[in-house]
């Protein structure tokens, strides 16, 4: 996702995603800016997974722990183009079996459309000939601002989720769901994303910030899950899903990262919405599956 040019309440269009000029910009960049992620995204502790018994290595690529499948990620390849209108675009992918160390042979397929009331719609699907982990999501990087405006911390995030998953020092859930009550990860009445981003909470210190798995409360429906809101622009952004988790990632690592028109991106300076399974739900039975 290249571009995502929005009316202002002045009726000003602002591109409110972070990316590059060109192709080289995507080639080299790490930050996964506006990616596709799969097979798996987010994180697998220790990078081992066992399915029906057989146990397969993937890539240690984040502190001895897989993160986003490895470096040989799917937003690094050539895909093909599927179907194609005026308003809707489906690009394919063949996955060959242990691909990134997983097994089955897979066809993955991620569709964008844009309708006429401003809706973006991402679709994943994927057929594979085994049991096999499928957790894909979209890792766009939002400044409703525009990207070129500096920090999302004056944002307004919202989020229908009453327990998040906590991470270790690594990230990796510990298996815990915790009440985000009396917590700095309660947005459930909105609330702007820099008010306690800095506050002295063990989870937030751990992450940087935030970069944390919340538990929606869609009960696997296709239902609303986030609004994001921006007073300086006007614009407002829903996010929907049917996935039961949504990482929120305030780029903490991001840092001097050249981007469109020349624009220096750091740290702060947008939000990632990720709708997806939670992270490392293959080694917890307490977590939905991602089998």
């Not at 722990?65 to 063949?94: A, P, Q």
């Not at 986030?226 to 780029?251: F, H, K, N, W």
Request: aromatic fraction near 10%.
């Amino acid at each position: 996702l290249v571009k995502l040019n929005v009316p202002d309440k002045e009726g000003n269009l602002r591109d409110v995603v972070l990316g590059y000029d060109d192709v080289t910009g995507y080639e080299k960049g790490g930050g996964s800016f506006g990616a596709p992620v799969g097979r798996n995204a987010n994180r697998i502790g220790g990078a081992v997974i066992t399915i029906q018994d057989k146990t397969y290595e993937l890539e240690k690529n984040d502190n001895g722990n897989n993160l986003h499948s490895g470096t040989n990620y799917y937003n690094k390849r050539i895909w093909n183009v599927g179907e194609k209108t005026d308003s809707k675009i489906e690009f394919v992918l063949h996955s060959p079996d242990g691909d990134q160390g997983y097994p089955g042979t897979a066809d993955i397929y991620v569709t964008y459309s844009l309708d006429k009331d401003d809706k973006l719609d991402i679709f994943y699907e994927a057929l594979s000939d085994k049991d096999t982990i499928l957790n894909m999501t979209n890792h766009s990087y939002f400044n409703l601002d525009g990207h070129n405006s500096g920090s999302v911390l004056q944002h307004t995030l919202t989020l229908e989720a009453d327990y998040f998953t906590p991470g270790d020092a690594q990230s990796i859930p510990t298996g815990e769901i915790l009440p985000v009550e009396n917590t700095p990860m309660d947005f459930r009445e909105g609330r702007k994303i820099g008010e306690r981003i800095e506050e002295e909470y063990e989870p937030l210190r751990f992450g940087n910030g935030y970069d944390h798995n919340w538990v929606l409360k869609n009960k696997g429906n296709f239902e609303k899950v986030a609004e994001l809101m921006a007073e300086e622009s006007g614009i407002v952004m829903e996010t929907y899903t049917d996935r039961p988790g949504m990482q929120i990632y305030t780029a903490n690592f991001v840092e001097n990262e050249v981007g469109k028109e020349g624009v220096v991106y750091g740290k702060r300076s947008a939000v990632c919405l990720e709708t997806q399974c939670y992270p490392d739900a293959v080694h917890h039975e307490n977590f939905p599956s991602p089998v």
